[in-house]
């Protein structure tokens, strides 16, 4: 089981809030959208964020109390099993975003 920690960063005008996120056990995309949202009653967006990515491929899928939807089909199955290395997540509420941060391959460190 996934465990995260929420460490508030900045709170928002809109009683949302900003959070880093820390966790003890390393685990891939894969497994945090099947061990981790799967068992979270929010909704929210999922994104991937390093420096090989292009900024329209952020979005990686949409997700809605145990659903979820592809949303860029080429780079959900890119990252699916590469780890996590870092979470910032934000929202309030029944609503959360995540960032999830995985390290490049080496094909693409070559290019940056």
């Given at each position: ?41 929010e ?10 990515w ?10 809605n ?48």
């Amino acid at each position: 089981m996934i465990n995260l920690k929420f460490h508030k960063t900045r709170e928002n005008g809109d009683a949302t809030a900003e959070y880093d996120v820390s966790f003890d056990d390393s685990f891939t995309v894969a497994q945090f959208i099947k061990d981790y949202l799967n068992n979270q009653n929010e909704w929210g967006y999922v994104s991937i964020n390093g420096p090989f990515w292009v900024p329209d491929a952020k979005i990686l899928f949409k997700f809605n109390r145990g659903t979820w939807d592809k949303i860029n089909g080429d780079l959900f199955a890119s990252v699916w099993n590469k780890p996590v290395t870092k979470i910032h997540a934000s929202g309030g509420w029944s609503r959360m975003d995540y960032e999830l941060y995985v390290e490049p391959s080496d094909k693409e460190e070559t290019n940056v």
